[in-house]
């Protein structure tokens, strides 16, 4: 195996190191730049907020909602049966996964409308945040939209 001369191998490393550590400074400068901590922050927050959503969401909304004439059972097992299993019965499938398991093909709407439930209400919860922060710092996050009469995009009206 060819070998490098000595005086090869002691050059090659004082630049590795350079390299090296050029490269952790440009990734540090970049991770520790105020907005991409703020984001992660933002990230962490939001999944908190999520979690705290789906929560009410299945624990309050959903209950609610069945007790609803309409609805005979939790929002989540709706479902309506599109094509048949093979030890599909007369009076049908009793749960989403009863009929899943047996092979039919299921249009999973409760399923559907849960999640749709679910983004009205972290819609509706930011919306208040907004809101709330817009009058306690007056600096309005939810800026109106009008025509420009120029190009006619929609652009923020100026306050």
């Known amino acids: 195996m060819p070998r490098l001369e000595d005086n090869t191998q002691q050059s090659l490393l004082p630049s590795f190191k350079q390299r090296t550590q ?11 730049r ?6 992660a922050v933002g990230l962490i927050l939001a999944a908190a907020f999520t979690t705290v959503v789906s929560s009410f969401v299945d624990g309050i909304v959903s209950p609610i909602i069945s007790l609803l004439p309409f609805f005979d059972r939790n ?22 996964k009863q009929a899943l398991d047996d092979g039919a093909v299921v249009m999973a709407y409760g399923d ?6 679910r983004f009205l209400v972290v819609a509706l919860a930011l919306f208040v945040i907004a809101r709330v922060y817009g009058w306690a710092a007056d600096d309005s996050v939810i800026k109106r939209q009008v025509k420009c009469k120029a190009c006619r995009k929609r652009i923020s009206e100026k306050v």
């Open 22 to 32: 050029a490269a952790w400074g440009s990734f540090s400068d970049f991770a520790l």
């Open 34 to 39: 105020d907005n991409v901590l703020e984001v």
């Open 75 to 96: 929002l989540e097992e709706k479902f309506a049966v599109l094509r048949q299993g093979p030890k599909y019965e007369a009076h049908g499938y009793n749960t989403l």
């Open 112 to 117: 559907f409308l849960s999640k749709i439930i």
